[in-house]
């Protein structure tokens, strides 16, 4: 069965950092595309970034650029999400998602499984 998992959210004081981790079983993760979504309360699940198969792609939403970078080990079928320069408004559910398509698709909602999220929180 198909299955990723989250793990590394926490609560974390504005200007802090925080590694999200996202770990795959059940299907062959190097032919994968993997995002990282978020969804505040209250608001729409929003694209955050996202790293092709290969690892040679990778992009960002504009307002995390410089702040957050995604990352893969295939070996350990592991994505990282490290976020630095956290702000309040990063504050969300935070979930990863796996498409064989390419980012383009994964980012227009192409998502064949999705982990069960991890919760970010930064407050003072």
């Known amino acids: 069965q198909p299955q990723l998992v989250e793990s590394g959210g926490g609560l974390v004081q504005p200007g802090g950092s925080l590694r999200l981790s996202c770990a795959a079983s059940?299907?062959?993760?190097?032919?994968?595309?993997i995002g990282w979504f978020r969804q505040a309360p209250g608001k729409e699940r929003e694209g955050v970034s996202c790293?092709?198969?290969?690892?040679?792609?990778?992009n960002y939403l504009d307002s995390v650029k410089g702040r957050f970078t995604i990352s893969r080990d295939n070996a350990k079928n592991t994505v990282y999400l490290q976020m630095n320069s956290l702000i309040p408004e990063d504050t969300a559910i935070y979930y990863c998602?796996?498409?064989?398509?390419?980012?383009?698709?994964?980012?227009?909602?192409?998502?064949?499984?999705w982990g069960q999220g991890t919760l970010v929180t930064v407050s003072s």
């Open positions: 790293i092709s198969s290969s690892g040679g792609s990778t």
């Open positions: 059940g299907f062959t993760w190097s032919y994968y595309s």
């Open positions: 998602a796996a498409s064989s398509s390419n980012c383009y698709s994964l980012k227009n909602g192409y998502v064949e499984v």
